[in-house]
């Protein structure tokens, strides 16, 4: 079984696992008091629990545990009594305690846990307590993290609690559809987490399976709560088909008399909505207020008018709503690249009209500061990036003079850029993307024609290697990982803008056509996020556009979402997970349009 110790940040991530002696403890000096108490030297009190003795020494105990040091002070203090009795713990617990007490270390399995916590807060040893949480903290999964909560809650374990519950509605759909104890839980418990609004969900129609599967594990005795567990749903924000043939019919529903008003509540609700696509949501009705997400699309820069600009806009995914952010940076930028790494954004490169960049620009959102990175060591507009380990990639890309195959990383930890292994093809104005631990880039220009050449590196070997070239040329192309396979969408041909996309399996070393976009676009951003591809502005061959669609792979088609607030092309996007202050980007008034709304 795996047994360690875990420190975890104030920010909820664990470290590595490691033995950890507190440093105020001198390890020689923890030694020679162990030993001590084992030979039996200069003890002052003996600690007896299920008949066993362990003599001990009171400062000791006192030091680690202010319960020990009450009962050493206010019963043994007046007294010459040297034996103390222990109940409500076993002898190999008191133990492993006293152990403790002494070194400040032991090891925390995943047998032991359960009764040393209880332990550690019996008698208020708190370093041990943190430890305990700890390990629970890193060994919370789908299947376990309701006991794990319910297990912190019984123990005030407030912050493993905490973290226990944004764990729950951070992956909700996985927890209901894999945890046996999410079937256990109370109908309290069941409307507590599906009515939160931080709760992650990509529609409603998953809230509603939810209910569905905890009433059936007993629908016997817990259909009756359909009624309150429906108002536990957005019903508002379900599409009218889904309504009408998934929740208004079903039999748990149809056969219970106190949903008769929900329902025409929310038909009501419904039908004004598909009658006037224009009319404003009711945000104080409970039926549409919009979930919190617990990821932010950013979108940088770009160029918009006839020139670059700075604007930054975020994407509220559950609002579907764009908003305009005023961290902005000090100039504009477009054709650059941007990423996401550890909740901090990387603005790489560039082009502001008259200056070609190889700087790069770092934007926390959680303090909303920028800063500057190290330099590239090549200027690089049309450049392509990509993150992979930690580590950011730039290749290619045009430097005032020539269209370049050299690429270089980014350590984060030594703020440097290196060049790595170069390309086989010149490409600027092409796209990259990770996926199974290499980097792929396709498409491009060369300085005389669009490319359908694609190759992918492996960082293992240090070695670019070609794969079958696209079907179509693909300048100002976007690239993702998308399902296991490589997304192409879009681009310039050398003729036309196009609207088309294509696909590359690995395994098969084959590209296959997908549905077309609605609009044709080149130099446009391209992300992942709720399990689609959002294909975001870019130029049309006319001009540059605003429109937003986005790609559901599981249905094969496109969806329009909200247009963004400025019309842009070669901007750069990347999303941020668990934002510690996601309200400053969300869309304030939570009104809400039907989020995959297909075009008629």
């Known amino acids: ?43 002052d009190a003996v600690i007896k629990v299920d008949g066993q003795a362990f003599p001990i020494h009171r ?15 206010n019963q043994m203090s007046d007294t010459n009594r040297r034996e103390v009795t222990i109940t409500g713990v076993s002898a190999d617990i008191m133990k492993v305690l006293i152990e403790y007490a002494y070194t400040r270390e032991l090891i925390i399995t ?48 407030h912050q493993l609690e905490r973290s226990a519950t944004k764990y729950i509605l951070q992956n909700v759909s996985d927890v209901y559809t894999t945890s046996n104890e999410f079937l256990q839980l109370e109908v309290e418990e ?15 129609e ?16 817990r ?49 004004d909505l598909d009658m006037d696509d224009e009319k404003e949501v009711d945000l104080n009705n409970p039926l549409a207020k919009p979930r919190v997400p617990h990821e932010i699309l950013f979108v940088i820069g770009g160029w918009s008018g006839g020139s670059p600009t700075n604007m930054v806009e975020t994407y509220d995914t559950r609002a579907d709503r764009w908003i305009v952010c005023s961290c902005v940076d000090a100039g504009p930028r477009a054709y650059h690249g941007t990423v996401a790494v550890d909740q901090v954004i990387y603005v790489v490169g560039g082009f502001d009209g008259m200056e070609y960049f190889n700087s790069v620009r770092v934007f926390n959102p959680a303090t909303k500061q920028w800063s500057e990175a190290a330099p590239m060591n090549s200027k690089r507009c049309y450049v392509s990036v990509a993150v992979l380990d930690g580590i950011i990639y730039a290749m290619g890309g045009f430097d ?22 170069p390309m086989n093809h010149q490409r600027s104005d092409a796209s990259a993307t990770t996926l199974d631990g290499k980097i792929y880039i396709c498409g491009g220009f060369n300085g005389q024609e669009c490319l359908n050449s694609c190759e992918y590196y492996d960082t293992l070997i240090n070695q670019w290697t070609m794969i079958t070239p696209m079907r179509n040329r693909r300048s100002g192309v976007g690239c993702i990982s998308y ?34 976009m609605y609009n044709p676009r080149s130099n446009f951003a391209i992300e992942f996020m709720d399990d689609m591809i959002f294909a975001i502005g870019g130029f049309n061959g006319v001009t540059t556009i605003f429109n937003v669609e986005c790609y559901d792979g599981t249905s094969e088609e496109w969806y329009d979402a909200t247009d963004m607030n400025l019309y842009r092309s070669a901007l750069s996007a990347c999303v941020v997970r668990g934002l510690p202050n996601v309200q400053d980007f969300i869309h304030k008034e939570r009104e809400k349009d039907d989020p995959k709304r297909k075009r008629n």
């Open 1 to 43: 079984m795996d047994s360690y110790h875990m420190e975890v940040d104030a920010d909820g991530s664990g470290s590595q696992p490691r033995i950890t002696i507190e440093e105020k403890f001198s390890v020689q000096a923890c030694n020679v008091l162990a030993e001590l108490r084992k030979s039996g030297e200069l003890c």
């Open 59 to 73: 400062a000791i105990l006192s030091a680690c545990s202010p319960y020990f040091r009450a009962l050493f002070t």
């Open 110 to 157: 995943r047998e032991n846990v359960e009764l040393l916590l209880p332990a550690a807060d019996q008698f208020h040893v708190m370093g041990l307590l943190k430890q305990c949480c700890d390990f629970l903290y890193n060994e919370i999964t789908p299947e376990n993290v309701i006991g794990i909560r319910a297990f912190a809650r019984a123990y005030f374990c």
């Open 190 to 204: 069941v409307c507590e987490i599906l009515g939160s609004d931080d709760l992650n969900v990509r529609n409603e």
């Open 206 to 221: 998953l809230v509603f399976e939810a209910v569905l599967r905890w009433i059936d594990y007993d629908p016997d005795r």
């Open 223 to 271: 259909k009756g709560h359909i009624a309150r567990l429906l108002r536990t749903i957005r019903l508002g924000l379900l599409t009218t088909q889904y309504f009408v043939e998934k929740v208004k019919v079903h039999p748990y529903v149809r056969e219970t008399d106190t949903c008769k008003s929900i329902i025409i509540e929310t038909l009501k609700f419904l039908y």
């Open 400 to 421: 005032g003079h020539v269209r370049q195959n050299t690429a270089e990383r980014y350590m984060r930890n030594t703020n440097q850029w290196s060049f790595f292994q």
């Open 483 to 516: 399902h296991g396979c490589i997304y192409a969408l879009g681009g310039f041909n050398g003729i036309t803008r196009m609207n088309t996309g294509e696909k590359f399996n690995p395994q098969s070393n084959t590209w296959h056509s997908i549905p077309e």
